[in-house]
């Protein structure tokens, strides 16, 4: 757990210890871009799923699946700056750990789906799959597992 110590004693993590301007910043980022990613994510899904029928799977499928993509990104830096503040504490919190878990199954539920011949045919012509409306579905319930779990960090006893 030496690199937990060395990560909470770095100069991003001091400035964020410091001032609580920056701390609040960073956390309305991470804030916007999780709005960002289930923004993007939910009516994705959701379309797969059979609502929206009326939107072309075609373009929402690429977009969409873009849009959580940057969202993503923006999130994993945001959090990695936040988790820095108390790393040790946060490592040791089940809630902080199951949200991990969870982003972790969800990044791998998407990298799997988009790597699939069932993704690159919704996008060519978009053709729902029984197998594209499962990944929805875990997408769905991990992602949201993901948020509350986040949320519930700070009510778990440290």
Not at 8 to 21: N, V
Request: proline content about 4%.
């Amino acid at each position: 757990m030496e690199w937990l110590q060395w990560l909470s004693a770095t100069p991003l993590a001091e400035a964020l210890k410091r001032s609580g301007t920056l701390y609040m910043l960073v956390n309305a980022g991470h804030i916007l871009s999780i709005g960002l990613i289930v923004g993007a994510i939910l009516p994705l899904d959701l379309r797969l799923l059979g609502l929206f029928a009326g939107f072309p799977a075609t373009v929402l499928g690429p977009f969409l699946s873009r849009a959580a993509a940057v969202g993503v990104v923006l999130a994993i830096a945001t959090g990695v700056c936040l988790f820095s503040v108390r790393p040790v504490e946060y490592a040791a919190n089940p809630a902080f750990l199951t949200k991990m878990a969870l982003l972790g199954l969800a990044i791998v539920n998407a990298a799997l789906l988009h790597a699939s011949r069932h993704w690159s045919r919704l996008s060519t012509d978009g053709t729902v799959t029984p197998a594209v409306r499962a990944f929805a579905l875990v997408s769905i319930c991990v992602w949201i597992g993901a948020v509350l779990a986040g949320r519930w960090i700070a009510f778990v006893a440290e």
